[in-house]
């Protein structure tokens, strides 16, 4: 229904868009966190690791120039492409001042086969000048801007430090596509506590801002972090591949069929990575995930706009 797909892939709608492969650059803008300066914290939430949710990110050495010509390069040996988006994935990205913030934004977009912009943030870094600066280049160039949900229960943010409350997320989705701003919510499956009832709840409740995308991940424990000494001494269920594709194929089901799907797994770097290991073998669960939606003979959308 997607190309070859039974949900709208990323992929797809930038083949659409662009007439061509696309390529988002993972860059490191030089950011921090208010969950981490002191503001809200001083560690993070509670999966995060050092390297925030960068860890397959450009060095914070390089300028935005190096690092997108660094990330070219590297990327040119998979795909042949002149197109690409440059994404500042690394902690919040909107968490500066004016001025440096237009700064990168800028350079990043002046560098040859940049088409588009993306920037990771929290709901709560979002002020009135740096969403007027949003609106800004989304009039010059394609601009997505996502942020990071994980979940409706505020049980589960507390647990994990998330810092925010979800009407602080409903305020930046609302403020965002008042200036026709592209939405990207994150979600994890699988955090500490959440019955698949829970995470199904999590999925619905984005479908029903009909935003333009979403991401689904996996949780999965990094040595080193917080949530890894939680799991050591607290153990708690780890989602098995089996699980995880069942879930993921129940929440694409209530999705709008226009919603993109940005991502259907999470990556952890290998020698990082404690816990679930078949996470690491990516291939498998998207070939799962396609099976699974063959077998149920379903697709994303399927269970949009029933009565819930």
Known sequence: ???????????????????????????????????????????????????????????????????????????????????????????????????????????????????????????????????????????????????????????????????????????????LKKRNIRVVTHLIFGLPGETRDDMIESVKYVASTKTWGVKFHLLYIQRGTDLYYYYLNNPFHILTRDEYISIVVDGLEYLPPDMVVHRLTGDGKKELLYEPRWSLDKLRVLSGIDRELKDRNSYQGKKWGISY
Request: glycine share 8%.
């Open 1 to 175: 229904m997607w190309g070859d797909k039974r949900y709208h892939t990323l992929n797809y709608e930038m083949r659409n868009t662009f007439k061509e492969k696309v390529i988002k650059l993972s860059l490191d803008g030089g950011f921090t966190c208010p969950n981490r300066d002191g503001t809200l914290g001083n560690r993070g939430c509670i999966f995060c690791g050092e390297e925030g949710s960068g860890e397959f990110a450009a060095s914070r050495c390089l300028s935005i120039k190096e690092q997108i010509d660094e990330q070219k390069k590297l990327l040119s040996k998979k795909w042949d492409t002149g197109k690409y988006i440059a994404y500042f994935q690394n902690f919040t990205n909107t968490y500066s001042n004016y001025e440096d913030l237009k700064d990168k934004y800028y350079e990043a977009l002046s560098q040859e086969g940049i088409v588009g912009l993306a920037i990771a943030t929290r709901p709560d870094c979002l002020p009135e000048d740096v969403l007027d600066l949003l609106e800004e280049l989304n009039e010059k160039t394609y601009l997505w801007v996502e942020l990071g949900l994980q979940t409706i229960h505020e049980r589960t943010a507390k647990f994990i430090r998330r810092g925010y409350s979800l009407e602080v997320y409903d305020k930046a989705v609302n403020e």
